[in-house]
C-alpha cells in the first residue's frame, strides 16, 4: 500500500526529472539527470529518495534478481521488456498485456498489484550480434 509522504524539494526534483524520461534509469543515472538542477545533491540523498517515492506510490521501482534496479516515472498500468544482454528496459503498452490486479484471484491473498516483465533483445544489441 503506498504511503503518504511530505513532498520536498529534493523529492519534487527527482519526480519531474524521472518522469521526463522513458528510458527507466538507475539510480546512478537519475542522480546525473537531477544534478544538472541540484548541483549539491548527494547519492545517497537521490538513493533515499527513489526509495520513498516508490514507497508512496509516486514512480514504480523494477527490481529482478542480478541486475540494477530501475526506475519508472509512469506509475499508470503497463508491463515492461527487459533486454537479456544488455539489461535495457522498455514499456509494453500492448492493450491485452497491460499489468493489472483486476480480477485476479488466489487463495489466502488479498492481490493489490501486477507487475509483468517480458524478456528480449533490444535492437542495439540485435544489431551488434
Known amino acids: ?24 534509469p538507475t539510480a546512478d543515472e537519475v542522480y546525473d539527470m537531477v544534478r544538472q538542477r541540484l548541483p549539491r545533491i548527494s547519492l545517497g540523498t537521490v538513493y533515499r529518495n527513489l526509495d520513498v517515492l516508490a514507497e508512496s506510490g509516486d514512480i514504480l521501482k523494477l527490481e529482478h534478481a542480478g541486475s540494477q534496479k530501475r526506475f519508472d516515472g509512469n506509475t499508470n498500468p503497463h508491463a515492461h521488456v527487459r533486454c537479456s544482454i544488455c539489461g535495457k528496459v522498455g514499456d509494453v503498452m500492448n492493450a491485452e498485456y497491460i499489468a493489472s490486479a483486476r480480477g485476479a484471484e488466489a487463495p489466502g491473498f488479498t492481490i493489490h498489484a501486477a507487475y509483468i516483465e517480458f524478456e528480449g533483445v533490444c535492437d542495439a544489441c540485435q544489431t551488434h550480434n
Open 1 to 24: 500500500m503506498a504511503v503518504q509522504t511530505r513532498m520536498t524539494k529534493q523529492r519534487k526534483v527527482i519526480l519531474e526529472e524521472l518522469c521526463k524520461v522513458t528510458t527507466h
